[in-house]
């Protein structure tokens, strides 16, 4: 995905329907020129608002669909606006389930403008199987006790804290809200199963020794219905470090009552046990945190009582960022 | 697939590209009318040798397009004998890469007279995300430690040896072989990576309370480049009972000169851990060896040790059965 971009949001009914442009907005400023809504539109992502004119007049290269809906589904009154930006020779790019080439007028007018059209859910290249060979340069990856607690987050958040510190680092995106945010990557649920760790070695490959990927995991080893994919992306990641996401109000796996969530310790050392498959050298740098539904008090608690039995830091990347982790690198 | 089957071998130039065949002739003989070589075969079924007409008028309903070959190819030279199957009003069923659907001639004529083209090795339905939902019914599941190592030899034996036994029994097959001597199953290496234990779940549905689906376990967790898809199986299958599969010659996974076998025992540790995620009751039930490749002596002094490092039955499907597996369901 080529910056700058118009972030269009669509007519969505609330700010959580625009989280991955407000994920480009929080992590990429610096590629956002202006947001452009539709009548009716309630989020907002404090960016000056831009027609596909004045976009095409300041030189944006990507109309970004920054829109996050349950069903994945274009919506019919966003097409006007899509074939506006085809017509003024910007890509698209979308993260949603139903893909962009799949709709005729949209992709025929793709075609004449010759401008590329990014269903960045769906990848759109072969892989190779993996081969565990070692390869050069260093990766991190996050892993979590579950799905969606905090592994996409805490790994853009080390990746910052790395190029602050003037490391080398890039973030490496494995699902759709992340390659957004990269403008790259591979939505690693979406490939074939033969290929998951295939795919992961070849979207971190051999790269100078000093140079860190920060991986974002997928699921978790001990999610029934996606342990399969955190395995092969663990094996194809071949990390140097690992860091553990948690969410600790919650009380069952993602969308599964009756499955519960694994102990800390457990879940570090079964990742840590598979992970030694393809790195010897795999090592966990701390803890990662999303303490938003917890009292200050009790995030105080927790940090103390998870500090203290791992032996290892514990961070929040909103509240504490994750510079303890960094230093762990030192 | 519908049976009785006509097995077409096309001019393969040896018996072991016809090993797709002989395993429906080994496993499933009662389905097989007769086999159909071209000129210039090499390949011998030890069934009669059949015309499509013939065929025909013995009331078969399956063509079967018994080869494997290293690119998945569908020869040009197959064709007319393809085309002749379809306007003799059968169904054309493939375990190669090349997908039948995708030959214009032949998609157009089985379209035109109405029958199916089955292309087992590509997956023609969507699943659901596993649950990891406990279903009714027995589970047994084939393990390895590496790829190809006779797993679904072992899996097809057992459900012989329970159906000998009066025992319900379904085999489940995973991989394009064991699904072309079914008759049906999943590829479960080439299912989307979301949906692997999802589709297991699937594939071996609740069932009467001493039923056993006998499933085919794919890969192995200590393949670099497969272990998410033998991971997701796992938990899809919830297996009761578990077999170690092995080889005992080989010096590494296959495919990866530099990545070495693990341990029987760790390789039973990891497994059983990993499946009590979702069947807190799993067990193994002994170990099932490819010994063709010992001496007798060998092969009885490596009996003998593993069955004392494990406390379970050693078998060789080939040499011995697997009586003394199914025994400890008894």
Excluded at 3 to 13: E, I, K, Q, R
Excluded at 109 to 124: K, M, S
């Amino acid at each position: 995905m080529e910056p700058p971009y118009l972030l269009f949001l669509g007519d969505v009914p609330d700010q959580l329907a625009a989280k991955t442009a407000s994920g480009i907005v929080h992590w990429r400023p610096e590629r956002c020129f202006g947001q452009l809504r539709l009548p009716g539109c309630r989020a907002d992502l404090g960016l000056p608002d831009r027609t596909v004119a004045e976009a095409r007049a300041a030189g944006v290269r990507t109309f970004v669909i920054g829109v996050a809906n349950s069903g994945g589904i274009l919506a019919e009154s966003w097409t006007e606006s899509i074939l506006e930006a085809i017509a003024a020779g910007m890509d698209v790019a979308s993260g949603l389930h139903m893909k962009l080439a799949d709709m005729p007028r949209i992709a025929e007018a793709a075609r004449a403008r010759g401008v590329r059209l990014l269903d960045v859910r769906h990848p759109d290249r072969r892989f190779a199987t993996g081969t565990g060979r070692r390869r050069s340069g260093r990766r991190l990856l996050t892993v979590g006790t579950d799905c969606s607690c905090g592994k996409m987050y805490t790994a853009l958040a080390i990746e910052r804290e790395m190029k602050r510190r003037g490391m080398k680092a890039t973030f490496r995106a494995t699902g759709q809200t992340g390659i957004m945010i990269a403008g790259e990557g591979v939505a690693i649920d979406a490939v074939v199963a033969d290929f998951i760790s295939g795919a992961v070695e070849w979207l971190a490959p051999d790269n100078e020794p000093d140079h860190w990927d920060v991986i974002e995991g997928q699921g978790s080893l001990f999610h029934p219905a996606f342990a399969g994919v955190s395995l092969g992306l663990l094996h194809g990641a071949q990390p140097d470090a690992l860091v553990l996401c948690h969410e600790p109000t919650r009380r069952h796996m993602r969308g599964l009552p009756h499955q519960p969530l694994p102990d800390v310790e457990e879940c570090m050392e079964l990742n840590l046990r598979t992970a030694r498959l393809t790195n010897r050298e795999a090592r966990f740098l701390g803890v990662s945190l999303n303490s938003s539904g917890l009292s200050e008090g009790e995030r105080d608690r927790l940090f103390a009582e998870l500090g203290e039995r791992t032996g290892l830091p514990v961070v929040d990347p909103f509240v504490t960022g994750v510079g303890a982790l960094v230093d762990r690198l030192a």
